[in-house]
């Protein structure tokens, strides 16, 4: 037996392949935190979507800890300066 929190910790996608997978094998997977709906279909395609909007908040995110570099980099020199 495969003990998982969520099914998604085990694969974005596709979950229940694995667990036809692990079925034929004798074995079976377990979701300790199972999903709010029954359909895998739907499961899925809410994952990707998350999956999605997490990979364009986290692209966002990078620019402006970028965009703050040189104001960071400008106020060591002003604090170095004044040592």
Excluded: W
Aim: hydrophobic share 40%; proline share 2%; with cysteine.
């Amino acid at each position: 037996m495969l003990v998982v929190e969520h099914r998604n910790r085990l694969t974005r996608y596709g979950y229940s392949y694995f667990a036809t997978l692990l079925k034929h094998q004798g074995r079976r997977v377990e979701a300790v935190f199972p999903t709010d709906t029954d359909n895998d279909l739907i499961d899925d395609f809410v994952t990707i979507l998350t999956s999605m909007a997490a990979s364009l908040y986290g692209r966002r995110n990078a620019k402006q800890c970028a965009a703050r570099i040189p104001a960071c980099i400008k106020h060591c020199v002003e604090q170095a300066e004044e040592v």
